[in-house]
Each structure stands twice: as structure tokens, then as C-alpha cells.
């Protein structure tokens, strides 16, 4: 009774440092649009030959950052490839899918989105860059094909979970899973996955066969939603078919925040 007790209040310490951490964010994230062109309700950003509108004062601009700043996803040797096919899920504002999407020239980005506002950004972004190899959809995707509750961050656009009731708003939204996908793409070079507490349903429901079709794998995990999961659960699952894994965790995230990124490959 005292151990579940205690590790009920560790939970409860990162729920709320992360829900003070969005909330404060609030209040730096106007600064990091200063000097931006403007648009309306937008910040058009100009990077590395592609145009994103992001909305001002969000943390859009802080996950631009991570993706083509940073390289959060990618490294000399966790690249992309210019005929990949790419699946992104939780594609956000399209932030990934541009990027992904302007080096595979030659290949496919299917990218999966459930929040509607985040959707249609995700098209803008699409059009603005003129990509046609940027299939977009409506969707999340989760251990089953199902329609099912969107909890909506009231703070972060990247925030809206399957998982974690971070608010009591929330959207009934469709859900596909990675092995109904796999019967579209015919396989996957590169997966990208930052689906707020999901990544564990994607991937531990997915069988054998589909992830020997799976070269690459790139996601952010999140260990605060649930305790009786571990990012260790991912690296064996990954082990266990036929991949390598590095871990790449920051303090701040592994400690206080329960995240960091799992780059799989073969």
C-alpha cells in the first residue's frame, strides 16, 4: 500500500511540472516571434529552402527548433534518404512532415494528425511548400482502429492526448493503428512517432511481421502517463524485433519531465 502510494505521488509530481511548465511557457514563447514576418495570426518562418506558417505565441516555434535546429529526430547517421517513405505520427503543424518531405524528394511522407486545427496547418504547410509527396490525414493512431477521446492541451498545440486527461475538454476523433498503415505504405524507412503517451499502444500492438517491414525509428516517449510502463519496455520490444537503440535523455527531460527519444534501427 505505502509503495503504490509512493509512486502514485512521484506521478503526481510530473503531472504537475509538466502542466507548470506548459503554463509558464506562456509567457517566454511571445519573445521567440520577435522579429518574425508576420501574417495574420501566423509567423512565416524561412528555413533550409522550405516557408512554415506557425502560430504566434505557441510552442510551434520551439518544435521547429528541435527539428531543424537541433536535429531532435535526425543525426549524420539517423538521416533521411531522398527516396524514403516516411510515416509521421503526431504530425502537429506538418513541422516534421516539411522537413522529411524536402529531403525525400524522391519518396512519400504519410503523416497522421487527430486535432483539427493542427490538421489544417499541417495542409497550409503543404500548400505553401508545394509538396505532393506529403499525404496528410486526419487521424491519430493507437492500438486500434476505433474512434475515441482527444484530451485538448489548453496550452500546448503539441500537448493533445489520447492518454493523459490534461484538461476536460476534449474531441471524439477516428484512430487507425501502424499495422492498418503498413497495408498503404508497403513499408516504412523512417518513423517518427511523438504521440503523448500513446507510442506504447502503437508499438507493443504491432506484431512481428509488420516490424520487420520498419527500417528506422525516431519517438519521444513519455513515462509520466502511466508507471507501470518504462521507455525499458520500448528498447526490449525493439530488442526483441530485430533492432538497435540509443538513448538520447537531457536531464531536465529524464528526470523531471519522465521523456526523452528512442532512435531505433537496423
Known amino acids: ?20 511548465a506548459d503554463w509558464f511557457s506562456q509567457f517566454w514563447r511571445p519573445l521567440i516571434y520577435v522579429g518574425d514576418e508576420l501574417h495574420g ?18 510552442i510551434d516555434k520551439y518544435i521547429f527548433w528541435e527539428i531543424f535546429k537541433m536535429d531532435a529526430y535526425t543525426d549524420d547517421n539517423f538521416s533521411i534518404k531522398k527516396n524514403d517513405t516516411i510515416v509521421d505520427i503526431g504530425a502537429q503543424a506538418g513541422i516534421f512532415s516539411v522537413f522529411a518531405a524536402n529531403i525525400a524528394k524522391n ?25 505532393r509527396n506529403i499525404h496528410a490525414f486526419n487521424l491519430g493512431v493507437t492500438g486500434n482502429s476505433e474512434k475515441t477521446r482527444l484530451y485538448v492541451s489548453e496550452t500546448n498545440t503539441g500537448g493533445h492526448s489520447v492518454i493523459w486527461k490534461n484538461s476536460g475538454d476534449f474531441v471524439e476523433i477516428n484512430t ?22 500513446s507510442e506504447y499502444e502503437i508499438l507493443l500492438n504491432t506484431p512481428k511481421n509488420a516490424m520487420k517491414k520498419i ?4 519517438l519521444e516517449y513519455h513515462d509520466f502517463f502511466d508507471k ?39
Open 176 to 197: 487507425t493503428t501502424l499495422s492498418d498503415i503498413l497495408r498503404t505504405t508497403g513499408k516504412i524507412d523512417y518513423l517518427k512517432i511523438d504521440a503523448e503517451g
Open 215 to 218: 527500417m528506422k525509428v525516431s
Open 41 to 58: 495570426k501566423y509567423a512565416l518562418i524561412k528555413s533550409e529552402g522550405v516557408k512554415l506558417f506557425l502560430r504566434k505565441n505557441s
Open 107 to 131: 519518396g512519400h511522407v504519410y503523416s497522421f494528425e487527430p486535432f483539427k486545427s493542427n490538421y489544417e496547418l499541417l495542409l497550409k504547410n503543404k500548400k505553401i511548400n508545394n509538396f
Open 1 to 20: 500500500m505505502f509503495a503504490r502510494s509512493a509512486k502514485n505521488s512521484v506521478k503526481n509530481i510530473h503531472y504537475r511540472l509538466i502542466r507548470f
Open 228 to 266: 507501470t510502463q518504462s521507455y525499458r519496455d520500448l528498447v526490449n520490444f525493439f530488442k526483441k524485433n530485430g533492432f538497435k537503440t540509443k538513448i538520447k535523455n537531457v536531464f531536465l527531460g529524464r528526470v523531471l519531465f519522465k521523456t526523452g527519444l528512442i532512435k531505433a534501427y537496423k
